[in-house]
């Protein structure tokens, strides 16, 4: 496995799509040094930023306070990204397959417009996490992407199918224009929540202000949440279920667009 | 000073069709022999006229609207890099200017003519075009809504009328007038639209879009113009507008006129559900009517653009497909309206369109008369038209093509009977002599001595069915711009304007009209003749 370990911080923030399982799966390492990443509009090699070490294969690490390195794993499609410390904005964008796993926090644009795969943050993320870039019409379409942290701003903007799951609270505009897939909050979100959402469920585990465009539906516990819930604890993520526990209120919306999407805020029996 | 030898030469407006002949060229021109200079060995090579195309829409506000509302095109789009010779831009859609030009002219395409231009938004669409790099450009001015042209209409007054349209040519710096749906775009200011030729229009008591069609192309043939009125008819796009589009046709008896994206106006059936093919229809009318011209408007499956003058309709297309539409008013002129599409070949309504538009350059018997468009970009990007011709020239492809659509969709078109196929000849009349020719421009579309030396050459490789999408070299005014697929030299083209006499008078009845209803002053309103890069002011016919 190659092993990158940042020098130091660049003054500006440095492209490098180039790394990523896909590229460097089959190269040597004196190959993986001389890959091509643009600081600003200048091209250069992975090793005036990376001391590169370790043996070629189909795995990839990167160690160090990436905050400033954006655009990792773009586009991969298999194998396993292993970051130990930050990473920056773009991570995992357009991804189709394999595992990205980061230690700290990522910033902005995390997983956008991904379509398979898996991502875990142990740390925060920034926003538009899943998100559609500006004018596209769909965002993430497949995939997970769980952060043990908090989000930032449109969290799963236009998502269409996938699961986001965030422990910490996000901002603002969770699932704005969703158009399918679930967005777990383990923590709440702060305002408008699923604004404009026309299809998908958003899930929260504390209670949450609703916009007034969304109305109360009923009270129960949905089957499928029992099949997502074991799926997600396989992944360290647990979520309540059990009818003894409480029961979940469903909220339909968005009435503005008008939509047919759900908000299922979690209420425990009083104890 | 340039000679080309060896070549099969295609110049239909000559007669010459597929003779080896050399073609020597001096000071930008054709001319019957040249001593020394470059040769070219174009053996096993077709030597064409560059394309003319008589539609697109490539400079602009409305343009740059539509470039501004789609940023994801361009993240897919291919970039032109910045080199010492090219300015960095994107192709795609809705490409940028400089890429444009680069795009037209790799294709071998030198000469295009922008059909819809508010006066309004003259000035922006000059700089734009100034911006095309290597094309000679043309322009048309909208008119067919403009509510100073139809309070005339109104009040009776053609005499004036006409002063006024020339007036507005002259200010537009224009090349000839473009009508989109008469009547339609005032009518969408009150929520409405013009979809019946012989009822007024919204806001008035008299005018109708029958007159303002006719009292607009008698305008135009009383000016003189080199190109008749370029006409997109009423109720674009809507299942059974034959009938309109029919009409609209009988309404231009015994004048000329250019009938813009003729595949949008050939539909009959009541409803989507019933659309079908009305081209045979329309072109059995058009073949015994030479007083008209069209370009086909066909459309290519994949991505698309609409934009329009044409307000309402793309309200229309925007609650079928819920995609994102803007809509613009141009203050007392025209509107405008953007969707961004996609043609699907599993759609019922998208297969018939397709079709349509294949049956209209089919069964049109005359070349001279129909030309090859995709109203770019609302059929489909002007760089793909290899694809169509290919499909023009190919009856077995086509029907290869055909297998593929949804079967409900083949009992509603002819296409599948249709044998013709396009000869090489043809294909240089409807991309190049006969769109020259209906725009009235005589040294464009051939290869005679005298005419400007823009010449595209290509392989001749009757197996490819994509022979046009590479040419080997494209001369632009006797330079040669593209050689082995790459942009070798980046030249400035001109923009051919008209200057219609008027009587000087008609300003002194306009301004005050401005004073009461423009948002800029009369003085700001016509386009100075300095602002064009190089403008070719063409002479009206005798």
């Avoid at chain 2, 290509?458 to 069915?465: F, I, K, L, Q, T």
Wanted: glycine share 12%; hydrophobic share 40%; net charge neutral.
């Amino acid at each position: 496995m190659p092993t990158l370990t940042l020098k130091e911080q660049p003054a500006v923030p440095l492209e490098a799509e180039s790394l990523s399982p896909d590229v460097t799966a089959a190269l040597a390492l004196d190959a993986v040094r001389a890959l091509p990443v643009y600081l600003g509009k200048r091209p250069q090699r992975v090793d005036d930023f990376f001391e590169v070490e370790g043996a070629a294969g189909d795995e990839l690490e990167i160690r160090g306070d990436g905050r400033k390195i954006k655009w990792i794993g773009r586009g991969m499609t298999r194998g396993r990204l292993t970051i130990i410390g930050n990473a920056g904005m773009h991570l995992g964008a357009y991804m189709k397959g394999g595992t990205i796993e980061v230690s700290g926090s990522v910033m902005d644009w995390l997983g956008a417009e991904m379509s398979g795969g898996s991502i875990h943050v142990g740390g925060n993320a920034g926003g538009q996490v899943g998100a559609a870039y500006r004018g596209s019409l769909s965002g993430m379409k497949g995939g997970t992407i769980l952060i043990e942290g908090s989000a930032g701003l449109e969290v799963g903007m236009r998502m269409r199918r996938g699961i986001i799951a965030v422990g910490g609270q996000v901002r603002d505009f969770a699932g704005l224009e969703m158009k399918g897939g679930t967005i777990l909050l383990r923590s709440g979100a702060e305002l408008r929540t699923g604004a404009w959402i026309s299809r998908g469920t958003i899930i929260s585990l504390t209670p949450i202000r609703l916009l007034p465009t969304f109305s109360y539906s009923c009270t129960y516990n949905p089957t499928f949440l029992r099949v997502y819930a074991r799926h997600l604890s396989t992944l360290g993520f647990r979520i309540p279920y059990e009818e003894k526990d409480g029961a979940y209120q469903r909220y339909t919306g968005d009435a503005a667009v008008p939509g047919k999407g759900e908000i299922l805020v979690w209420k425990p029996h009083a104890s | 000073m340039l000679r080309i030898t060896g070549g099969k030469v295609h110049d239909p407006a000559n007669g010459v069709l597929g003779v080896v002949q050399d073609i020597c060229i001096a000071d930008g021109r054709i001319v019957p022999q040249v001593e020394g200079g470059r040769s070219i060995d174009a053996s096993g090579m077709v030597v064409f006229p560059g394309g003319v195309d008589v539609h697109t829409h490539v400079a602009g506000a409305a343009m740059n609207f539509a470039r501004g509302i789609t940023p994801e095109n361009y993240r897919k789009a291919s970039p032109f890099i910045h080199t010492p010779e090219l300015r960095a831009g994107l192709g795609g859609i809705t490409p940028t200017t400089f890429a444009t030009g680069y795009l037209y002219a790799g294709m071998g395409w030198t000469t295009v003519n922008e059909a819809a231009v508010p006066i309004l938004s003259a000035r922006h669409t000059h700089e734009e075009l100034h911006d095309i790099p290597i094309l000679d450009k043309s322009s048309l001015v909208l008119m067919a809504n403009n509510e100073i042209v139809l309070d005339l209409l109104e009040a009776g007054e053609v005499e004036r009328a006409k002063h006024v349209v020339a007036w507005l040519i002259w200010a537009a710096k224009a090349y000839g007038v473009k009508a989109v749906n008469p009547g339609g775009i005032v009518a969408w200011k009150f929520g409405k639209n013009a979809s019946k030729l012989s009822e007024p229009v919204d806001g008035y008591r008299r005018v109708t879009p029958a007159q303002i069609i006719s009292s607009l192309a008698g305008i135009i043939d009383d000016l003189r113009l080199p190109h008749p009125l370029h006409l997109h008819c009423n109720n674009l796009g809507i299942p059974g507008n034959v009938s309109t589009t029919l009409e609209t046709m009988k309404v231009l008896e015994g004048r000329r006129a250019h009938m813009a994206h003729l595949q949008f106006h050939a539909y009959g059936g009541n409803g989507w559900g019933t659309l079908r093919s009305e081209a045979a229809t329309i072109a059995e009318y058009f073949n015994a009517h030479t007083n008209l011209t069209a370009d086909a408007g066909a459309i290519l499956f994949g991505d698309a653009m609409t934009v329009t003058a044409d307000g309402p309709w793309e309200h229309v297309l925007h609650e079928l497909t819920g995609h994102k539409w803007s809509n613009v008013d141009v203050e007392n002129e025209t509107g405008c309206g953007i969707v961004s599409y996609t043609y699907k070949e599993r759609s019922l309504v998208n297969a018939v369109q397709w079709a349509v538009g294949l049956e209209l350059l089919l069964l049109i018997n005359d070349p001279w008369r129909i030309f090859l468009t995709t109203d770019h970009p609302n059929g489909g990007c002007f760089w793909r038209y290899p694809e169509l011709i290919r499909l023009l020239r190919d009856a077995d492809y086509r029907r290869e093509c055909l297998k593929r659509l949804p079967p409900k969709a083949q009992k509603r078109i002819v296409l599948a009977d249709l044998d013709r196929q396009y000869t090489v000849s043809e294909i240089a009349i409807i991309t190049s002599a006969g769109p020259a020719r209906a725009l009235g421009l005589s040294q464009k579309g051939h290869l005679g001595v005298g005419a400007d030396a823009d010449i595209a050459i290509y392989d001749e490789n009757p197996a490819s069915g994509l022979m046009f999408e590479h040419p080997r070299y494209v001369i632009k005014g006797g330079v040669i711009v593209v050689e082995e697929g790459q942009i070798r030299a980046v030249t400035q083209g001109r923009e051919f304007i008209v200057h219609p006499s008027f009587d000087e008078q008609i300003e002194a009845y306009l301004r005050p009209l401005f004073e009461k209803v423009y948002t800029i002053s009369f003085d700001n309103y016509p386009v100075a003749i300095e602002r064009l890069a190089q403008p070719d002011i063409r002479a009206c016919r005798p």
